[in-house]
């Protein structure tokens, strides 16, 4: 028997991080956790980005986990360090990305005596993590690791929070470093296989509905089950809308396919989710952009909800059949079962639900004409600018996004056929999200195109990462639809307000990105007229090794539509500034 | 709304009650009372010992009851989020017993 290495807490965090897996951090160093970054210097694994803020940190570490799958990772310091990681913190934990935090904290004697840069943040990240360690006993460290990765990757993800007093990573404290084979939590125990009679129950509903929806987010990503969602809309041939965090898991460009749901959905996908006689949710947890009135939502439908958290369903809509599991697991499981009962089973019985429809798409269809008016006399619209990136990248790049109107334009107008192509803060709604995980998405993926569609409000909420970008050579293309103001704000103004725009203009107060860029290092591009748009952004992405920023002016005046009427239901909404249903 | 008794098993680790606590303030929930004692006595916890095919020692796990005024439908909604809650073992209402993945039909705790 070899004897075991002896190592520092600090050398046996890094030690541990390594033999999890972990090839990116994403940090700042600071007081409370230099120990830390002295053991990040001493070893060659594991490579550290320095961002220019940890919250740039945090939505980087994101970006990573939402385009692999595989956990991010954040190191922070104490204090103000610790709290400025919490926006990326509770945006991670709204829409269940797996991550680990490990914030430096004051030495243990000095916990409790407002000593400087304290603050508790197990505390202050309680409400928005999944679970949360403080490290008492230097020995602990790697079981704490282990565990934590444990609970961030399983069942639910979601982030974990590491908090490491200051004396426990100490260079004079050696201890014997082993790392465990397995995390072994016995309170912790997230479903993975379904129930055989659930199972029973939703596909005998299946076979007999006449008016189907599969109603697919973003659990069913991270469970990974979009080739079980395919097989099993092989045998149904259903019509299948995903979420706004779900877009990908069904190929988009598929001919069953309705887009997106809920506040900004398609008309045709709002319809056929009211119109349902079937719901089948699948990692989808009924959040008030999708239901608008929860008591007006879908009144015909059965709802078979899959999922693996028991507290998201029938929270909102009751469900009449629930199947707890990895949804992976469970639609494997609904398919054998299909497969033996294709004989009971008749495509045909859904065509009039298919050409219903049709019709609806034909009749409010999104507007993909835009993108040919190329005169000069109108504004470019923003669109467009989606619809030509879309063309450019021919649908394959990966998209991260802002928080607004481009946002929503983006979501509508960029055909996603893969999942984890399309990373933006769904259920948080956090500006400042979409530079940051570009970062993260482009340090997973060096040889993909990786973009960031923004506003001119959002990409000034991280604005500093470009200088990261720099650092590490990180070609990402980023796209400012830029309308000179906070135009999701505005639009609800223009709406519910009377059109008076209380603090949602900058009155020419904003930076010249062009420069802005340049002086960052990179290239920077302006947009004016609608005959330019087509060949700059065609320039953009020919500089393949090159950051560059195209800042497109576009119709200040233009709205997302459609959009629910606020407390009706699915079938209500705006399709233009003066139609409704 | 209805005075409910909910009793919870929960590992007596740092951190544990004030995750159980800021559920109820987060989620909207009222706490009528509370009351929180480490168990010495494992026998009325065989069953659990033997779902999770461990073996309790002592100081490492309290009992914790809360009353709490909810309406019924809200009530399994609380049960399923602290049955989340990591240092929760086993949460139980009047009528039903959430321990981990499994939901049971009676009150065993
Ligand atoms: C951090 C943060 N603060 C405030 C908001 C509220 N908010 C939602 S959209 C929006 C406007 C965003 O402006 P911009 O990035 O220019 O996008 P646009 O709507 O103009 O496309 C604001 C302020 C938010 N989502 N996040
Ligand atoms: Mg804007």
Redesign the pocket.
């Known amino acids: 028997m070899g004897t075991k290495l002896k190592l520092s807490g600090a050398d046996m965090l890094m030690h541990a991080l390594h033999d999890e897996g972990v090839e990116l951090i994403f940090g700042y160093p600071g007081g409370a956790a230099l120990h830390i970054y002295d053991a990040i210097f001493r070893q060659d694994k594991i490579e550290h980005i320095l961002v220019r803020h940890e919250q740039g940190a945090t939505h980087a570490a994101d970006g990573y986990a939402r385009s692999t799958g595989k956990p991010g990772v954040v190191l922070v310091t104490s204090g103000p360090g610790a709290t400025n990681a919490i926006?990326g913190i509770a945006t991670a934990f709204m829409d269940s990305i797996p991550m680990v935090v490990i914030s430096g904290q004051v030495a243990s004697h000095l916990i409790g005596t407002d000593a400087f840069q304290e603050t508790d943040m197990i505390g202050i990240s309680r409400p928005v993590v999944k679970h949360s360690y403080c490290v008492f006993d230097a020995n602990e460290i790697p079981k704490i690791v282990k565990e934590a990765f444990h609970v961030a990757t399983s069942g639910r993800p979601g982030p974990v929070v590491i908090d490491i007093p200051k004396d426990m990573t100490a260079p004079d404290n050696l201890f014997e470093y082993e790392y465990p084979k397995k995390a072994n939590i016995r309170s912790y125990n997230p479903p993975v296989e379904p129930d055989d009679n659930q199972i029973e129950r939703a596909v005998t509903e299946m076979l007999n509905a006449k008016r189907p929806v599969i109603y697919a987010g973003g659990g069913a990503i991270a469970s990974n089950a979009e080739e079980e969602l395919f097989r099993l809309n092989e045998i149904l041939d259903a019509p299948v809308t995903n979420t706004l965090m779900g877009l990908g898991i069904y190929p988009a460009t598929h001919h069953r396919f309705l887009g997106m749901l809920g506040m900004h959905g398609t008309y045709q996908a709002n319809m056929a989710m009211h119109n349902a006689d079937l719901i089948i949710a699948i990692g989808a947890r009924f959040d008030d952009r999708i239901t608008n009135n929860p008591s007006k939502f879908s009144p015909g439908a059965k709802v078979i909800h899959f999922d693996v958290d028991h507290s998201s369903v029938s929270k909102i809509i009751e469900a009449n059949i629930a199947v707890f599991g990895q949804v992976k697991n469970s639609l494997s499981a609904i398919i054998k079962l299909l497969e033996t009962k294709l004989d009971q089973y008749n495509k045909d019985t859904l065509q009039p639900w298919h050409d219903q429809i049709k019709n609806w798409k034909s009749s409010h269809g999104l507007n993909y004409e835009l993108y040919k008016d190329e005169s000069d006399e109108n504004p470019i619209l923003?669109q467009a600018v989606v619809q030509h990136v879309y063309n450019i990248t021919e649908g394959k790049a990966y998209v991260t996004s802002?928080?607004?109107?481009?946002?929503?334009?983006a979501a509508q107008y960029y055909h996603f056929d893969e999942p984890r192509k399309w990373i933006n803060s769904g259920s948080?709604?956090?500006?400042?999200f979409g530079l940051p995980a570009a970062m993260g998405v482009k340090f997973a993926f060096p040889d993909e195109e990786v973009l960031c569609i923004?506003?001119?409000?959002?990409?000034q909420?991280c604005i500093q990462e470009l200088s990261t970008c720099l650092q590490y050579n990180l070609p990402i293309k980023i796209i400012n639809?830029?309308?000179e103001?906070?135009?999701?704000?505005?639009?609800w103004q223009d709406m519910n307000y009377g059109g008076r725009h209380s603090q949602?203009t900058y009155q020419n107060s904003l930076p010249d990105f062009v420069k802005l860029a340049e002086s960052y290092g990179h290239v920077g591009i302006k947009v004016e007229k609608n005959s330019e748009l087509k060949s700059a952004l065609e320039k953009a992405f020919s500089m393949k090794d090159r950051l560059v920023f195209v800042d497109v002016y576009v119709d200040p005046a233009e709205h997302v539509y459609p959009m629910l009427i606020a407390n009706h239901s699915l079938e209500d909404m705006w399709l233009s500034k003066d139609k409704k249903t | 709304m209805i005075k409910r008794k909910l009793t919870l098993i929960m590992e007596n680790k740092p951190g544990a009650l004030v995750r159980v606590v800021g559920l109820f303030h987060q989620r909207g929930y009222n706490i009528e009372s509370l009351h929180v004692d480490p168990v010495d006595d494992f026998t009325p916890y065989k069953f659990i010992e033997e779902q999770l095919e461990t073996k309790f020692k002592e100081n490492e796990i309290s009992r914790l009851t809360i009353q709490t005024l909810v309406s019924d439908s809200l009530m399994r909604q609380i049960l399923r989020q602290l049955n989340k809650l990591i240092d929760v073992i086993a949460v139980s209402n009047e009528e039903t017993t959430y321990l981990k993945g499994v939901l049971l039909d009676e009150n065993l705790l």
């Open positions: 926006t923003p802002d928080v607004g109107q481009h946002q929503m334009f948080m709604g956090t500006m400042g923004t506003g001119e409000g959002s990409i909420m639809i830029n309308n103001a906070l135009g999701m704000v505005k639009q949602s």
